[in-house]
């Protein structure tokens, strides 16, 4: 087998081919993903109802929170194995990554067990519909009883994009999404010899699908000698050492938490805008849906940035960084743009996918579109601008910026002005909180002190 046939050294090579060839499989992945929470609704509500499909919905917002979380860990080992790799320092990528398998295994282990204990208290917590309870309370334990798997897989292909290896991770998906989709109808109606087990049956194939990729994940990572294989002595690395712990903790906290405010915030929005009646509500509900589409592109690109912008930091290229950070940029909008303006040319047959012919609520869609579509282009500015700096180990102002975009732009605009301008006060909202974010993330790379931060202390 030839050596790392598919790592990629991001330091090296023309910066735009490289970087949209390395963002390409995140697309991918994040697409596989969507499409497997997707399946698996589809599975849950034909063969189990709506009550199981409620439970399901309010499992997963618990679940999100707890993701959240792990991938802003995930994304500060991404960022410290990246910055060793752009040094070809072996040793560190496999001391980082020893380090961070203990600690995600350890986190896993004790969110499995808080998780089971503790499922009704936050199920309450949700205000959960009485009839959905004993639903949700099933799923969500059978789920946390997998969340060591789930931790180490994140954990294993976050890595591998961190050493330049973006392809591998997306096979790994498309077989998560496969085994996930092949055993829900079995656990659930019980096909064969398996027992019928209904909403857990669900539960169970997602835990078991998780697993099986998990392991070949492993066996991927061995057999093609990875950078990221531990292999005798190296083992001992597995125990966590404060030297690399610290860093993944004081600087994944962060990232964690700004996935959760921009969460909780759009909780807040949703409360004005059911304000509206129905129809503007179910009307906001289908262009999420949509834009969840429009926004793959940043997400992607802003992963493949964050891993290409740390091997060139740590290989001292700071020249080529700036051509990452605005090259990442232009793919973006490009990317954006394009699916955005799709979106718009057929939005009322898109919006009538979702809503019964002649709804007044796919034209308060198509207006919805029109008020804070173009938003999505300069969030993702701010996503890829703020990946590159939080490559460097700068996380605090970064998720500063964001509080003050998200949170007080954002509630400060829309309460203001919802009392004289209704609806569009909110939409108005939603543009003044994109504008900020991309003009100070733009004015913080440009003028700020990020480039003295580091990940790690030297």
Known sequence: MSDRPR?????????????????????????????????????????LGEKALAATANAN???????????????????????AMGRRDLTDV??????????????????????????????????????????????????????????????????????????????NTLLNVVLDAGLNPVFILGLGPIPAMGIAGSAFASVLATFLSLLVLIWQIYRRDSAIRLKGPELRWLRPDMKHVGPILAKGMPMGL???????????????????????????????????YAQMPAIAVGSAVSAMA????????????NRVAWAGIGINVIMTVSLLGLITLAIYPLAGLFLPTGSP???????????????????????????????????????????????????????????????????AAFGVSALSSALLSIAYYLHGGWRKSRMVAA
């Open 94 to 171: 496999r001391r980082t990554l020893g380090a961070a398998i203990g600690l995600f295994g350890l986190m896993g282990v004790v969110c499995a067990a808080l998780g089971w204990a503790f499922a009704p208290n936050v199920l309450h917590w949700l205000a959960t519909p009485d009839a959905a309870f004993p639903f949700a309370l099933t799923y969500l334990r059978v789920i946390f009883l997998g969340m060591p798997f789930a931790f180490l897989g994140v954990l294993l292909t976050s890595a591998m994009r961190g050493v330049g290896d973006a392809v591998t991770p997306l096979w």
């Open 7 to 47: 790592q990629r050294d991001l330091t090296q090579g023309p910066v735009a081919k490289t970087l949209f060839l390395f963002a390409l499989p995140s697309l991918g992945v994040n697409i596989l993903q969507s499409m497997n929470g997707s399946i698996n609704a589809v599975f849950v509500g034909k063969f």
């Open 310 to 321: 740390a091997q060139n930091i740590g290989a001292g290229n700071w020249s080529r960084l």
């Open 361 to 427: 609520a796919i034209a308060l869609a198509a207006h919805i579109n029109f008020m804070i579509g173009w938003t999505f282009v300069l969030i993702g500015v701010s996503m890829v601008v703020s990946s590159v700096v939080r490559a460097n180990g700068a996380v605090i102002v970064p998720f500063l910026i964001l509080v003050l975009s998200v949170v007080v732009m954002r509630f400060g605009v829309g309460f203001w002005l919802y009392p004289r301008w209704g609806a569009d006060a909110i939409w």
């Open 258 to 292: 700004s996935m959760i405010v921009m969460s909780l915030s759009a909780l807040v929005m949703i409360g004005l805008i059911n304000r509206e009646g129905v129809d503007m509500a179910a009307a906001y509900g289908v262009m999420n849906q949509l834009w969840s």
């Open 61 to 83: 917002m618990t679940l999100f929170l707890l993701y959240s979380t792990m991938f802003g860990f995930a994304m500060a080992t991404t960022i410290m194995i990246g910055q």
